[in-house]
């Protein structure tokens, strides 16, 4: 349907960032096709390494699923996205697809090893989160594909990661947020990911903040190293959430909190975590 309708056509998810945007008229599409339609859109499929998301899985079946919830990382990002209704609303597949920059799911994702598959017309091919979102609300997707599945990695045994994001209530995007996922061997981080979310047209993998706690002992001096490397990794634009300065110090004071977290949970502690609000 998007091949005979051409680029007035646009895809219909869950509906919670196309028809807001319509009602704005910033988008204003002559045709919807919508993908509520097609079955056996929506699952999540635990295979031996790999965790399958339909596209239209909703944020709130994979904080209800138990396989989602092996991976705390996901857990804490489905629970803290917006409020009930947009989570049993909104879809995976369209929040990768629209690539907000402050969108929940793309920073989290970006600590992960996750994989999107895309079906057009031509075929099929599978991409990389990061090579997919190229910009600020654009991804590789040509006009007639689709996402048709988000695929994560399961992270080895003694990983494990946290998401923190700051919002100034329960339903409005944050003001900044943070990812990471961290392997721990006793107090040594042996591997890390460190993703910052609404400091930058796309997320943010603050290169030198993984490097200041990789392969050292996690103390109030490698972590304080970190939570600089990330600051300064972070790029934000000043809006109503806040000024440049204020999202920069934010953004660092998550980044700590979200590594202590990880840690605990990468040891085998059981942390619940939610989203902090102003
Ligand atoms: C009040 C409110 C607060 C919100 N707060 C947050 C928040 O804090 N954090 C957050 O992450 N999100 C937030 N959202 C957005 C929400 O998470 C959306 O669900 C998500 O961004 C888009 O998913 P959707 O399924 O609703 O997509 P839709 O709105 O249906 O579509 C979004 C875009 O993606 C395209 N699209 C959809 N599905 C596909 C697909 N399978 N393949 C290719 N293109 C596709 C559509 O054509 C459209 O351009 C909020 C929304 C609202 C209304």
């Known amino acids: 349907m998007l091949t005979q309708l051409g ?3 646009k895809l ?6 196309l028809i807001p945007l319509m009602k704005l008229r ?15 859109t929506s699952y999540i499929k635990e295979e031996k390494n790999t965790l399958r998301f339909g596209a239209l899985t909703r944020h709130a079946e994979i904080e209800a699923s138990a396989a989602a919830g092996k991976i705390p990382i996901l857990h804490d990002c489905a629970a803290g996205i917006a409020d009930v209704q947009v989570r049993n609303r909104g879809t995976i597949g ?22 999107v598959r895309c079906l057009g017309s031509k075929g099929e091919r599978t991409v990389s989160l990061s090579d997919f979102i190229k910009d600020a609300y654009t991804t590789v997707l040509a006009h007639d594909e689709l996402v048709s599945e988000v695929a994560v990695k399961t992270p080895s045994k003694g990983s494990a990661g946290a998401y923190l994001a700051f ?21 040594v981080c042996q591997e890390a990911a460190i993703a910052l979310g609404c400091v930058g047209l796309t997320p943010i993998r603050a290169k030198d903040a993984e490097a200041a706690i990789r392969g050292h002992v996690l103390t109030q001096k490698t972590m304080a190293d970190a939570v600089e490397a990330a600051r300064a990794a972070a790029d934000p634009q000043s809006d109503v959430r806040g000024s440049t300065d204020y999202k920069r110090a934010l953004v660092g004071g998550l980044v700590k909190r ?12 059981q942390v619940e975590v939610g989203h902090l609000y102003a």
């Open 7 to 9: 680029d007035d056509a």
């Open 12 to 17: 219909l998810a869950g509906g919670q960032s």
């Open 26 to 40: 910033f988008a204003n599409p002559a045709h919807l096709v919508d993908l509520n339609f097609i079955s056996g």
């Open 94 to 115: 369209g929040s990768i697809a629209e690539a907000d920059p402050s969108g929940d799911w793309a920073a989290v994702l970006f600590t992960l090893s996750a994989e």
């Open 167 to 187: 919002k100034r209530s329960a339903p409005v995007y944050p003001t900044a947020s943070a990812a990471v996922q961290l392997t721990m061997e006793g107090d």
């Open 258 to 269: 979200a590594i202590e977290i990880a840690a605990r949970r990468a040891r085998g502690e």
